[in-house]
């Protein structure tokens, strides 16, 4: 039986320049990080993109348990020689990410509420189903937080946001999923994820959790595609597509 709706944020339920976002942030992050460790901004800059390219990818042994902030603030403090857990630099940044990042929302990277997000979320909300934000978690609790309030998702019914802290893995590893979903208590064949990332919306290995696809291309392992809008306005069609694809996977 299908019990909750899980959705992805950038391009999913908010339309944004996400290469613009991210590169707005990382600079004003390496300059921080620069100032604060009296280092030059270059290697900064360097040091820190191979962090978050670690991050991203799961570059760590299967028994690493940290969550995915623990492992950004050592691998800061490995490399950089600046310790992001003291709480007078904590502050700097969380300072930044609630109140200083909200601002930096400009023509370019030009965030808004994707046409049908409110409407969809709605729809889920109708049906009785319960509701989740598995955004992928490379980012702090406040940048992600900054995010839902350009897309006015500050108050949608979200029983998880996932964020650095509370996540061991990034997408699209399967580890990610289950662990979130284990604290939720759901199942993977109760669940149907919304994302536009063929690469990150869909989880590997395949851990039996579906997906409805609403971006750019045709993947074939998705279970419905169609924009935002069309799973709003269809979505008595999505959830027949999942039980007709959960029978044809029991049959197989």
């Known amino acids: 039986m299908l019990k909750a709706v899980v959705f992805d944020m950038d ?15 990382f600079k004003d992050v390496s300059s921080m990080l620069a100032d604060i460790g009296r280092r030059s901004r270059g290697g900064t800059m360097a040091r820190l993109g191979t962090i978050l390219v670690d991050l991203n990818a799961n570059r760590r042994s299967g028994t690493d348990n940290r969550t995915n902030l623990e492992f950004y603030q050592e691998e800061v403090e490995r490399r950089c020689g600046i310790r992001l857990s003291d709480p007078l630099i904590y502050e ?13 929302n ?5 965030a808004h509420a994707m046409p049908g997000a409110h409407a969809a979320l709605q729809a889920v909300q109708d049906a009785g189903l319960r509701c989740a934000l598995f955004t992928n978690p490379s980012f702090p609790q406040g940048a992600i937080e900054c995010r839902m309030g350009w897309g006015d998702l500050a108050d949608a019914p979200f029983e998880l946001v996932t964020h650095m802290g509370n996540t061991t893995r990034c997408k699209p590893d399967a580890t990610y999923y289950l662990e ?23 989880p590997s290995p395949d851990c039996g ?3 409805a696809f609403v971006g750019q291309g045709k993947p074939s392992q998705a279970t419905w595609r169609g924009t935002m809008e069309d799973f709003a306005r269809e979505f008595n069609a999505v959830v027949e597509a999942f039980y007709e694809h959960q029978v044809a996977d029991e049959l197989s």
């Open 209 to 211: 959790i579906q997906t």
């Open 180 to 202: 979130q979903l284990q604290v939720m208590g759901l199942e993977p064949h109760e669940v149907l994820m919304v994302g536009n990332d063929p690469k990150r919306d869909f």
């Open 106 to 110: 400009d023509d370019v990277i030009n």
């Open 92 to 104: 700097a940044f969380t300072y930044y990410d609630r109140e200083v990042l909200p601002y930096k």
């Open 11 to 25: 391009e999913t339920l908010l339309s944004i320049n996400l290469n613009a976002f991210i590169l707005r942030y």
